[in-house]
Nanobody
Framework: QVRLVESGGGLVQPGGSLRLSCTAS????????LGWYRQAPGNQRELVAT???????NYADSVKGRFTISRDNAKNTVYLQMNRLISEDTAIYYC?????????WGQGTQVTVSS
């Protein structure tokens, strides 16, 4: 089983930045895709961004131009750089990796955007 551990969440003012990290318990080099999702209170979990093994990225329309996903295979870590944060970005952010037959999630990290 793959363990995913997120970190980097916190309280930030509107317009601020945070960088989330997700470190895997094993090498991520072979993972076809890694993703970040988020879930706000009362809402369903939604896709934020994904990155493929070759570095192709995909973003939800709501975060395009503000968020950047990246991966460091040497550190077994995927990052989510979040800039120009707004209150609607408040949610628990989860790291995800789908592997044939299974779907792995981290425990989540809380991001709160508030003045």
């Amino acid at each position: 089983q793959v363990r995913l551990v997120e970190s980097g969440g916190g309280l930030v003012q509107p317009g601020g930045s945070l960088r989330l990290s997700c470190t895997a318990s094993e090498s991520i080099r072979s993972f076809v895709v890694l993703g970040w999702y988020r879930q706000a209170p009362g809402n369903q979990r939604e896709l934020v961004a994904t990155i493929t093994r070759i570095g192709t990225t995909n973003y939800a329309d709501s975060v395009k131009g503000r968020f950047t996903i990246s991966r460091d295979n040497a550190k077994n870590t995927v990052y989510l750089q979040m800039n120009r944060l707004i209150s609607e970005d408040t949610a628990i952010y989860y790291c995800n990796v789908p592997i044939t037959g299974s779907n792995y999630w981290g425990q989540g990290t809380q991001v709160t955007v508030s003045s």
